[in-house]
């Protein structure tokens, strides 16, 4: 058995531990032995269908309580699971068919694991030929025991953001997941009496999937768990949950906190207790700053440490983790002068007033290996701008494509991230965006989240709802729009007095304005499944 398995059936057999799901209508706990024996049946139903070892299944369900033994058992056949992008009330069917059809065929899926509330797509798969168990049939399975696993299996095929059309999916092994878990556990010091996570992150993303479902599973840590919507539905409920489960342990994307505070902000004294928290990660999408000291600021009355509030950096092809804070370091800014960081390349310190914040990121978890190179691939000092490069035993060999194989590191072990960062001379990772993102202006290099930032600090802009858009790309002057959503598209008046105000915040923040900006209702701008803006997918926002 490779490691992840042999530790999974562990702490099935001895961990008094277990996933709490149903929250907060009809709470249900079951502790990883009785989840293991849920599995064992489903693994049973999954052999009847013909899944064995180093075959691909796909996972289409929303509930946290069916997804569990269902990832279990995938994984006692020896077998890799794909969650498949979900369809949400504003999904066009045919099309998500027709994309589902695309990412089925590429990763080989022998067959999709149906469950609530999905089964409305039964007869779309059908129609296709992609053969369907239910989560109802696969519990009505006779129990098996595991096949043996190799650490080099394939456990988890996680599709990137925004796969669709034109599908790849990171290939993460078992060795992967294990490497990973414990570099995560070392570094935040977790301890499976005492620590309690809380979630309602996507299991369909890798922070839900890997940090709040696989590794809790694997080593047998008490969490609660509840779905995307739910969260939604009541912000608050989050910080009602980790109340009342005193919970430790949370994460989220920037835009959540946003919500977070706001809501903590409008609660009554007393409404909750967070006293308990002493992690909850920022990570997923770009941290600005500003919100995690509005959310400790919130958050004081309800006892919340601030220390507590941790931007962390990670990705799919890390397995998870890149870098994490130490414990009780909190939000730690790294104030340095825009002009050279963006005509330099240079993150050099600065106390001027107009110093851009930069939050840090924490150290590289254990097992991992950076460095930051240059356009010509020159190794780069400490404060150097560049692209990060990873290397270590939690870094996938490769991706999944329509076209077949594609390999992640190159002859040396290096990942190239993508991301454009530095580290500090104390080893702080600091990402200033995507290479893809940068727009330069003038010899300068402009940050979309630097613009976005701006944006989003005008007033009737929704949180998180604001997106700069890179504009004449290649050429010797690129340009920029910025498209925003708010509240108030009906109101002529606040639609052009947000316009306004948003071109004079970035002007304000970054010195250059936009060549134009759009003002939209909500739901307009375009998001990955995770919640990430999709800037590449943004255009067609300005019209024609």
Same mark, same amino acid.
Request: glycine residues 10%; aromatic residues 4%.
């Given at each position: ?44 139903? #999954? ?38 992008h979900q369809p949400t009330p504003r999904t066009d069917l045919a099309l998500w068919a027709r994309d589902t059809e695309v990412v089925i065929g590429m990763i080989g899926a022998r067959t999709v694991v149906l469950g609530?509330?999905?089964? =409305?797509?039964?007869? #779309? ?28 299996? =394939? ?7 925004g796969s669709t059309g034109s599908p790849k999916a990171v290939q993460i092994t078992h060795e992967n997941f294990y490497v990973n878990a414990y570099a995560m556990i070392e570094r935040i010091k977790f301890s499976l ?110 006892? #919340? ?145 630097? =613009? ?72 307009? =701008? ?15 926002? #300005?019209?024609?």
């Open positions: 058995m490779s490691r992840f398995t042999d530790e999974m059936y562990e702490t099935a057999a001895r961990s008094p531990h277990a996933l709490v799901t149903g929250e907060p209508d009809a709470p249900r706990r079951q502790t990883w032995g009785q989840i293991h024996e849920q599995a064992r049946r489903m693994a049973g139903a #999954l052999a009847a269908a013909g899944i064995g070892h180093g075959d691909a299944v796909g996972i289409l369900a929303g509930n946290p309580v069916d997804i569990a033994p269902a990832c279990q058992a995938v994984w006692m056949r020896g077998a890799s699971v794909t969650m498949l609530a509330p999905f089964e =409305i797509a039964a007869p #779309l798969l059908a129609e296709r030929g992609i053969p369907v168990v239910t989560i109802a049939e696969m519990d009505a399975g006779t129990p098996v025991d595991p096949l043996p696993t190799d650490e080099q299996d =394939i456990a988890l095929q996680q599709l990137t953001s009496d005492d620590d309690v996570m809380v979630s309602w992150l996507p299991l369909f993303h890798d922070m839900g999937m890997v940090g709040f479902l696989s590794v809790p599973m694997q080593v047998g840590a008490e969490v609660v768990s509840v779905t995307p919507l739910d969260f939604l539905r009541s912000p608050l409920l989050w910080a009602e949950l980790m109340s009342k489960y005193r919970g430790t342990v949370t994460a989220a994307p920037n835009f959540a906190y946003s919500l977070l505070a706001r809501k903590l902000a409008q609660a009554p004294d007393g409404a909750v207790d967070l006293s308990s928290v002493r992690w909850m990660w920022n990570g997923a999408e770009p941290v600005d700053p500003d919100t995690m000291e509005a959310l400790a600021a919130a958050g004081a009355r309800f006892g #919340l440490d601030p220390a507590a509030l941790a931007p962390v950096y990670g990705m799919a092809e890390t397995t998870l983790a890149v870098s994490v804070p130490d414990p009780g370091r909190g939000q730690i800014l790294d104030l340095v002068d825009p002009d050279l960081l963006e005509a330099g390349g240079m993150a050099v310190p600065s106390s001027r007033s107009n110093a851009r914040r930069l939050p840090t990121l924490g150290h590289l978890v254990p097992g991992l290996e950076g460095r930051v190179v240059g356009q010509d691939g020159e190794l780069l000092p400490p404060r150097g701008v560049g692209i990060i490069q990873l290397r270590g035993k939690a870094v996938t060999h490769g991706y999944l494509t329509v076209d077949g194989p594609v390999p992640a590191q190159d002859s040396q072990g290096w990942f190239d991230t993508g991301d454009v960062g530095y580290f500090t001379e104390d080893g702080l990772v600091v990402v200033c965006g995507r290479v893809k993102d940068v727009i330069i202006m003038g010899g300068r290099n402009v940050y979309p989240t630097d =613009i976005e930032r701006a944006a989003c600090s005008v007033d009737g802009v929704r949180p998180g709802n604001a997106v700069a858009i890179r504009l004449d790309a290649g050429d010797k002057r690129e340009s920029f729009a910025v498209a925003v959503e708010t509240n108030r598209i009906d109101d002529p008046e606040e639609v052009r007095r947000i316009e306004h105000d948003v071109v004079h915040a970035v002007v304000a923040e970054v010195g250059v304005r936009p060549r134009t900006v759009a003002v939209l209702g909500p739901g307009s =701008i375009p998001k990955t499944s995770s919640g990430k803006l999709r800037r590449g997918s943004s255009v067609h926002l #300005l019209g024609g």
